[in-house]
């Protein structure tokens, strides 16, 4: 895959930063696969301890003055202005409408440093306004900008109002974890969102000593959820009674931290340690017994995505307790790691005790968690992942070559791997489509016609993008997430016989009861109207494999092939279930895994 011979321009807010390791270890994978990068940073680095990966880095940063002179402004704005006239005056008009003209100076200097680098992209870590001065910058100059956001710049509420805005200036978009990709894909539907992890550093597996402190690294602000962690202490049971937590980090709470530890009575039992030295967080890794990060959504709407520390801690092979506050994605109970209720500190405190008691079910969750964060969340992957959605934004816009996309339309040289044991080909580098998805699309008008009202359950992306601007009606419904209407599929808040045809994928397997979604589902078609689902079943199967007393995570993978299934359907009792609850079925056979069709038609009920 050709890469072009200029540099990526990385605009950043402040570089580099403590808090912000996964900038440094994603420029450090770029360089190692021979990208050349420049940095600017509109901020001058704070005065805290350094990555020690900075050594290593070759990328030349400069730092852009907050208030430039008139005659830097002017120096740098006058060639662009003079290039690009039309494109200037647009951006100039819309700086002073949105209140971003400062934005808008300094986009000038960092285009001239863009043009003079000859860099072929632009690219920026948050969507503070660091990405209005990138995306500005990009358009002057010509280039094709992408976005990497991440939690507060996303979900807080000085931030969300802005973020529409910055997400225009982007051609692509990454972002930490699915759950937010599905909430950008909302804001922008027609630029490719992608989720790609943050790289973490290799490190050494910690022992994790039973009789070693309790470790929490974070900053002590209301989304971290420490209060948390400090009310369980006193809620371990006597023999835990010694344990101690370490906190690693500083934040506008501590004082009130303070003071909660010691109206609890463990003031002499919390270390309040602030920010530390990247040796000094490795050593506290080595000497811990539990790693622990609450989080929650705060009441400004902050929240936590990928919580990079709980990466560096399964890295190291430590049993982890968090919080399901917002899906965790990579600590899954029972697997990775402990994930308990939010808002409750004596739930904390049972996994804490349990995983300090039971030490071969610690070492398992530690091994597994190492294992997969090798394995999945590695440099090279992230490199990999940002290298294409950088290269995929300088293809031309309707690229004649390679396979085209079902679902959006574009072609690639070549469709991602995909799966826990990877399916090559299978993943769309533009919508994130897989070959189910586009299984779907490329039926899609033999299915539903434009003019039909149609509900999406549990929607995909890809296919979500081909059909909102198709359908004249068109909802997306599921029990969290960013959907139109959030609802659980066996209570819908649908009146009787309102759409003319429902979409379900990969759904009834995570519902306990599917008869009763099932039920649901017919309620609210009209007569006549289809249930078009996609399912993974079992063609080779008699009965369906299913035991509601299975709940462990490892043996649901066993027996029903994911962690969080509740069955393995046989096609011919799935088809029996879906005809008892008033359809007939028929099945559209595609070559596609798990691609295989079932329209199901409402039929009367007998009387």
């Not at 890469?3 to 605009?11: A, C, L, N």
């Not at 696969?33 to 350094?50: F, K, N, T």
């Not at 008139?70 to 100039?92: E, G, K």
């Not at 029996?576 to 070559?591: D, L």
Request: charged share 30%; with cysteine.
């Amino acid at each position: 895959m050709s890469r072009g011979s200029g540099p990526i321009h990385y605009v950043s807010r402040r570089f580099p930063k403590l808090t912000e390791t996964f900038v440094v270890e994603e420029v450090l994978g770029l360089e190692a696969a021979g990208e050349r990068v420049v940095i600017d940073s509109l901020e001058p680095p704070l005065d805290e301890p350094r990555h020690p990966g900075l050594e290593q880095l070759k990328a030349h940063i400069r730092y852009i003055p907050k208030h430039p002179s008139a005659w830097s402004v002017r120096r740098a704005h006058l060639p662009l202005a003079l290039r690009r006239p039309r494109t200037w005056l647009r951006l100039a008009r819309h700086a002073k409408a949105t209140d971003t003209w400062s934005e808008f100076r300094r986009a000038g200097i960092v285009a001239r440093r863009t043009v003079k680098e000859r860099a072929r992209h632009v690219h920026t870590h948050f969507a503070y306004y660091c990405a209005d001065v990138g995306g500005m910058a990009a358009a002057l100059s010509g280039r094709t900008f992408t976005l990497t956001a991440h939690a507060n710049d996303i979900w807080q509420e000085h931030s969300a109002p802005h973020l529409p805005r910055r997400l225009a200036y982007a051609d692509g978009v990454a972002t930490s974890t699915e759950y937010n990709a599905r909430h950008i894909q909302t804001l922008v539907p027609h630029t490719p969102v992608r989720a790609v992890r943050c790289a973490v550093a290799r490190a050494e597996v910690a022992p994790a000593p039973p009789d070693g402190p309790i470790l929490c690294i974070a900053r002590l602000v209301p989304k971290k959820a420490v209060d948390l962690l400090i009310e369980a202490l006193p809620l371990l049971p006597p023999q835990h009674a010694g344990l101690r937590l370490e906190l690693i980090g500083e934040g506008p709470l501590e004082d009130e931290l303070r003071a909660l530890a010691a109206r609890v009575g463990v003031q002499d039992r919390v270390d309040f340690r602030g920010a530390q030295p990247p040796d000094v967080v490795a050593d506290a890794y080595q000497r811990c017994s539990v790693f622990c990060l609450p989080c929650r959504v705060a009441a400004d709407g902050d929240r936590d995505s990928l919580r990079v520390v709980l990466l560096e801690a399964l890295a190291r092979g430590l049993p982890v307790v968090t919080t399901d506050a917002i899906e965790p994605e990579v600590v899954l109970d029972g697997i990775t790691g402990r994930v308990v209720a939010s808002e409750s500190p004596q739930a904390l405190a049972d996994a804490i005790a349990e995983l300090v008691s039971n030490r071969d079910l610690a070492r398992r969750l530690g091994e597994e968690g190492r294992r997969r964060v090798r394995e999945e969340i590695t440099r090279d992957a992230a490199t990999v992942a940002m290298r294409n959605l950088f290269a995929v934004e300088h293809r031309p816009p309707r690229p004649r070559r390679g396979r085209r996309c079902e679902c959006c339309g574009e072609r690639f040289d070549e469709f991602e791997p995909h799966g826990r044991i990877p399916r090559f080909g299978a993943r769309c580098p533009g919508c994130g489509s897989l070959e189910r998805h586009r299984a779907l699309c490329k039926r899609i008008d033999k299915l539903i016609d434009p003019s039909e009202r149609v509900l999406h359950f549990a929607p995909e992306p890809g296919i979500e993008r081909n059909l909102r601007p198709r359908q004249a009606g068109y909802v997306t419904s599921d029990i969290e997430g960013a959907v139109d209407v959030q609802a659980d599929i066996v209570r819908l808040p649908f009146a009787d016989e309102e759409f003319d045809a429902v979409l379900i994928s990969h759904v009834l397997e995570h519902v306990p009861d599917d008869r009763a979604a099932l039920r649901e589902v017919r309620r609210i078609l009209r007569p006549g109207g289809r249930a078009i689902m996609q399912h993974p079943l079992r063609r080779d199967l008699e009965t369906t494999v299913e035991d509601p007393s299975v709940t462990q995570p490892l043996e649901r993978l066993r027996l029903f092939g994911q962690e969080d299934h509740v069955r393995l359907y046989a096609e011919k009792d799935f088809v029996a279930r879906v005809e008892e609850a008033g359809f007939s079925t028929r099945v559209m056979r595609t070559r596609e895994p798990g691609g295989d069709i079932y329209v199901c038609t409402k039929v009367a009920q007998r009387m």
